[in-house]
């Protein structure tokens, strides 16, 4: 019985507002040039678009009309029976100056939220109106750097709570009925878009959303928010935002007449944000009833956010009833549906069917020890990943392959931190020239499915990395990725493999990433903590160090640990470790260190098929003090990377060590495969650099990277060399 009566009254709703569309389009016409709008993009024409509006409501309806020309106003109030038709070329432009906006007591409903810098100003108002359209095809600018920089364009400290003064909601429209928005560009608002909030038959349609995400973020720039409102159809929208696309929300504290968010359509969007595609949830009421059907996410990082409480201080929204069927996405996570701080709260009768793409990391499905969700279906859903799943009854998972994953403490606290990390990577960082990056042993891999260069570097001091760490020798607890289209414009790091807490690592070294069968692998050197494995030449501490093995689905990670525990043995003091498969079978070449010989060996051992762990004993492949040196023999090895000239040529090796000159890179060939023999030790560059490793680029050029020069001073840089032209 609700559920008729909710469609009759939807489409009752329907007609009313198609029949204010067809009797606004017959209405008189007032232009606000007319009464005195410029136009110019100078002058403020609020007074002359709001006679506008007042005339048009003093005459029984009709259209308020905008012709080309940008229109820097401050509020403007909304009246009933009014078409508010922005023209083509035309553009509604927010005014920059505080005392042009609206007080925050122009309605009861109206507040603020001073955390988040919202002071209740707003550019178009629609209080308690019916039969209310604003349409295009022009765009209304909420000049949002008129707020979010300070005098000399920088973004205020603080982020949000640094911004002084600042609109709120760029449209605001509050228990009105019979609403239309349509055909505009909304852009720039300097908080959320389009705020709909205890609205009853509203219309949403065509619209075009963005808010800034580069070089400047817009915090709590949404796109369209819909609070307590009923019979509500989105459709055709394009939402790129720096905040969530779309949100159902349930707080009506402040509303004359209570009433749950329930009868929500959202149907044919494409949406991108580095936060929620689409969230639903916060406040104290009730959402129910909701269908969100053919939609396209990309470059985001979670695709549906459902959750009951936001805050401590709400006790939380019920939450049953939704659908989320046919979507394609391109994302961090896909779902993440939980009830946060809320408490006996009804979380239930959620579908999702039909959804296919690329996610980095498991979703997360979750209700409360006590308060569990329930009736929860996945039907052919698709993905590459599944969800951790807790506190839930009656979870069915029909057709596709999303199915339940196990993950430990260590491994959830690992990818919510990963989901907050690539929301602020998302955010919009500038591109970065090979000079402004500071790296050691670069390593890059060329993806081909992407179209993108990889970069993989120990997180460690620089500007454009995440996490600062200002010693040499104490490089992170991690490994982040570089993005490239082209070698020179790199896009800035994000964190790739972020190292649990409960493991006791202080240092990162010269991590390689090598796809292998399918899947994704970081080889890194880990030192592990104080750990003394004993003493080497001169009695000298040898620190535990070893390359471990992590892996992933994509070159963009996460990547998780795959043994806790080093492949090299646990008492050597070993680094570098690269991969090398010969015929078949799987090796890592690595080094046994000098500090702990007195001269450095170079040594291999085969690898389990799945890179795992070592499936045998180590070999010595040859000395440091093999290599020619005119002054003094050498004592490092560092940095082997095995490559053939060419198919069926003879194997070779560049490695790096201490030379007289410098650090050294030099050329062995093997006289066999792995095992060697290997000898002709040969000097290629003598020049203070490298750690390097060897790949082609897209234009099929084979090319040697390494770091030069090598000083733990910060000036460390790649260095590119053409095999054949610049180097042997």
């Given at each position: 019985?609700?559920?008729?009566?909710?469609?009759?009254?939807?489409?009752?709703?329907?007609?009313?507002?198609?029949?204010?569309?067809?009797?606004?389009?017959?209405?008189?016409?007032?232009?606000?040039?007319?009464?005195?709008?410029?136009?110019?993009?100078?002058?403020?024409?609020?007074?002359?678009?709001?006679?506008?509006?007042?005339?048009?409501?003093?005459?029984?309806?009709?259209?308020?009309?905008?012709?080309?020309?940008?229109?820097?106003?401050?509020?403007?109030?909304?009246?009933?029976?009014?078409?508010?038709?922005?023209?083509?070329?035309?553009?509604?432009?927010?005014?920059?100056?505080?005392?042009?906006?609206?007080?925050?007591?122009?309605?009861?409903?109206?507040?603020?939220?001073?955390?988040?810098?919202?002071?209740?100003?707003?550019?178009?108002?629609?209080?308690?109106?019916?039969?209310?359209?604003?349409?295009?095809?022009?765009?209304?600018?909420?000049?949002?750097?008129?707020?979010?920089v300070d005098a000399n364009g920088c973004a205020w400290p603080r982020g949000q709570a640094g911004i002084p003064w600042r609109p709120s909601?760029?449209?605001?429209?509050?228990?009105?009925?019979?609403?239309?928005?349509?055909?505009?560009?909304?852009?720039?608002?300097?908080?959320?878009?389009?705020?709909?909030?205890?609205?009853?038959?509203?219309?949403?349609?065509?619209?075009?959303?963005?808010?800034?995400?580069?070089?400047?973020?817009?915090?709590?720039?949404?796109?369209?928010?819909?609070?307590?409102?009923?019979?509500?159809?989105?459709?055709?929208?394009?939402?790129?935002?720096?905040?969530?696309?779309?949100?159902?929300?349930?707080?009506?504290?402040?509303?004359?007449?209570?009433?749950?968010?329930?009868?929500?359509?959202?149907?044919?969007?494409?949406?991108?944000?580095?936060?929620?595609?689409?969230?639903?949830?916060?406040?104290?009421?009730?959402?129910?009833?909701?269908?969100?059907?053919?939609?396209?996410?990309?470059?985001?990082?979670?695709?549906?956010?459902?959750?009951?409480?936001?805050?401590?201080?709400?006790?939380?929204?019920?939450?049953?009833?939704?659908?989320?069927?046919?979507?394609?996405?391109?994302?961090?996570?896909?779902?993440?549906?939980?009830?946060?701080?809320?408490?006996?709260?009804?979380?239930?009768?959620?579908?999702?069917?039909?959804?296919?793409?690329?996610?980095?990391?498991?979703?997360?499905?979750?209700?409360?020890?006590?308060?569990?969700?329930?009736?929860?279906?996945?039907?052919?859903?698709?993905?590459?990943?599944?969800?951790?799943?807790?506190?839930?009854?009656?979870?069915?998972?029909?057709?596709?392959?999303?199915?339940?994953?196990?993950?430990?403490?260590?491994?959830?606290?690992?990818?919510?931190?990963?989901?907050?990390?690539?929301?602020?990577?998302?955010?919009?960082?500038?591109?970065?020239?090979?000079?402004?990056?500071?790296?050691?042993?670069?390593?890059?891999?060329?993806?081909?499915?992407?179209?993108?260069?990889?970069?993989?570097?120990?997180?460690?001091?620089?500007?454009?990395?995440?996490?600062?760490?200002?010693?040499?020798?104490?490089?992170?607890?991690?490994?982040?990725?570089?993005?490239?289209?082209?070698?020179?414009?790199?896009?800035?790091?994000?964190?790739?493999?972020?190292?649990?807490?409960?493991?006791?690592?202080?240092?990162?070294?010269?991590?390689?990433?090598?796809?292998?069968?399918?899947?994704?692998?970081?080889?890194?050197?880990?030192?592990?903590?104080?750990?003394?494995?004993?003493?080497?030449?001169?009695?000298?501490d040898c620190p535990k160090r070893g390359t471990w093995t992590f892996v992933s689905e994509s070159?963009?990670?996460?990547?998780?640990?795959?043994?806790?525990?080093?492949?090299?043995?646990?008492?050597?003091?070993?680094?570098?470790?690269?991969?090398?498969?010969?015929?078949?079978?799987?090796?890592?070449?690595?080094?046994?260190?000098?500090?702990?010989?007195?001269?450095?060996?170079?040594?291999?051992?085969?690898?389990?098929?799945?890179?795992?762990?070592?499936?045998?004993?180590?070999?010595?492949?040859?000395?440091?003090?093999?290599?020619?040196?005119?002054?003094?023999?050498?004592?490092?090895?560092?940095?082997?990377?095995?490559?053939?000239?060419?198919?069926?040529?003879?194997?070779?090796?560049?490695?790096?060590?201490?030379?007289?000159?410098?650090?050294?890179?030099?050329?062995?060939?093997?006289?066999?495969?792995?095992?060697?023999?290997?000898?002709?030790?040969?000097?290629?560059?003598?020049?203070?650099?490298?750690?390097?490793?060897?790949?082609?680029?897209?234009?099929?050029?084979?090319?040697?990277?390494?770091?030069?020069?090598?000083?733990?001073?910060?000036?460390?840089?790649?260095?590119?060399?053409?095999?054949?032209?610049?180097?042997?």
């Amino acid at each position: 019985m609700e559920f008729m009566t909710a469609m009759r009254a939807l489409c009752t709703a329907a007609a009313a507002s198609a029949l204010c569309a067809a009797s606004c389009a017959d209405a008189a016409v007032f232009d606000v040039r007319e009464f005195g709008a410029k136009g110019d993009g100078a002058a403020k024409d609020t007074a002359a678009i709001q006679a506008a509006i007042d005339a048009a409501e003093r005459a029984g309806g009709g259209t308020v009309e905008v012709p080309a020309g940008v229109y820097l106003t401050g509020s403007i109030f909304l009246k009933d029976n009014i078409d508010f038709h922005i023209g083509a070329g035309a553009t509604l432009k927010g005014s920059p100056d505080k005392a042009d906006y609206n007080a925050v007591d122009v309605c009861p409903q109206n507040g603020v939220c001073p955390s988040e810098s919202s002071f209740g100003a707003h550019l178009i108002l629609c209080i308690e109106k019916e039969n209310v359209t604003v349409r295009g095809p022009g765009r209304i600018d909420g000049n949002s750097m008129a707020f979010l920089v300070d005098a000399n364009g920088c973004a205020w400290p603080r982020g949000q709570a640094g911004i002084p003064w600042r609109p709120s909601q760029m449209l605001y429209f509050v228990e009105s009925r019979n609403v239309r928005v349509t055909d505009l560009s909304l852009v720039d608002s300097p908080y959320w878009s389009c705020f709909l909030h205890g609205c009853t038959g509203v219309c949403v349609r065509g619209l075009d959303v963005s808010t800034r995400r580069l070089p400047i973020h817009t915090h709590n720039g949404d796109g369209i928010d819909i609070d307590c409102c009923q019979f509500v159809t989105v459709s055709d929208c394009r939402i790129s935002t720096a905040d969530d696309c779309i949100t159902l929300r349930a707080s009506g504290s402040r509303l004359k007449r209570q009433q749950d968010c329930a009868y929500v359509t959202v149907a044919n969007c494409v949406l991108s944000t580095p936060c929620n595609a689409v969230r639903v949830g916060v406040g104290d009421g009730r959402i129910h009833d909701a269908a969100f059907d053919n939609i396209v996410v990309y470059d985001t990082r979670t695709a549906i956010d459902i959750v009951s409480s936001w805050s401590k201080s709400s006790r939380g929204v019920d939450i049953e009833g939704l659908r989320f069927s046919n979507w394609r996405i391109d994302c961090c996570d896909f779902l993440h549906f939980y009830p946060n701080f809320a408490k006996d709260r009804i979380m239930r009768d959620v579908t999702f069917a039909g959804v296919t793409g690329k996610t980095l990391i498991p979703s997360l499905v979750s209700g409360a020890e006590g308060s569990p969700l329930r009736r929860i279906r996945f039907r052919d859903v698709e993905l590459p990943h599944g969800t951790i799943l807790r506190h839930a009854e009656d979870v069915e998972f029909v057709g596709g392959n999303f199915r339940t994953v196990a993950f430990t403490k260590d491994e959830e606290a690992a990818r919510e931190k990963f989901r907050r990390r690539r929301a602020g990577e998302m955010w919009g960082r500038p591109f970065l020239t090979v000079a402004d990056i500071r790296i050691r042993d670069p390593f890059i891999f060329p993806d081909a499915k992407s179209g993108l260069y990889y970069l993989y570097s120990s997180i460690y001091a620089a500007s454009n990395c995440e996490e600062r760490v200002d010693s040499f020798l104490n490089t992170g607890r991690g490994v982040c990725a570089y993005t490239s289209h082209d070698l020179k414009n790199w896009r800035a790091a994000s964190v790739v493999l972020d190292l649990p807490p409960s493991l006791e690592c202080t240092a990162v070294w010269a991590p390689e990433m090598h796809e292998y069968k399918g899947k994704y692998y970081i080889f890194a050197t880990l030192t592990m903590g104080d750990v003394v494995i004993g003493k080497g030449p001169g009695g000298k501490d040898c620190p535990k160090r070893g390359t471990w093995t992590f892996v992933s689905e994509s070159p963009a990670g996460p990547f998780r640990m795959m043994k806790r525990g080093s492949v090299t043995p646990p008492e050597w003091s070993a680094l570098d470790g690269t991969l090398w498969v010969e015929n078949g079978r799987p090796w890592m070449v690595f080094c046994h260190e000098w500090t702990q010989l007195g001269t450095g060996d170079m040594c291999a051992v085969p690898l389990k098929d799945d890179l795992s762990d070592a499936d045998g004993v180590p070999i010595t492949l040859f000395k440091a003090s093999d290599a020619p040196d005119p002054k003094r023999p050498c004592k490092v090895t560092d940095g082997p990377w095995l490559f053939r000239d060419k198919p069926g040529g003879p194997l070779a090796m560049y490695w790096s060590t201490d030379g007289s000159s410098g650090y050294s890179v030099y050329r062995a060939v093997s006289g066999g495969g792995v095992a060697g023999p290997w000898g002709g030790h040969e000097i290629v560059f003598d020049k203070n650099g490298g750690h390097g490793m060897v790949f082609t680029d897209f234009s099929g050029v084979r090319r040697f990277v390494m770091h030069r020069p090598n000083s733990p001073r910060g000036e460390e840089r790649m260095v590119f060399l053409e095999l054949g032209k610049d180097m042997k």
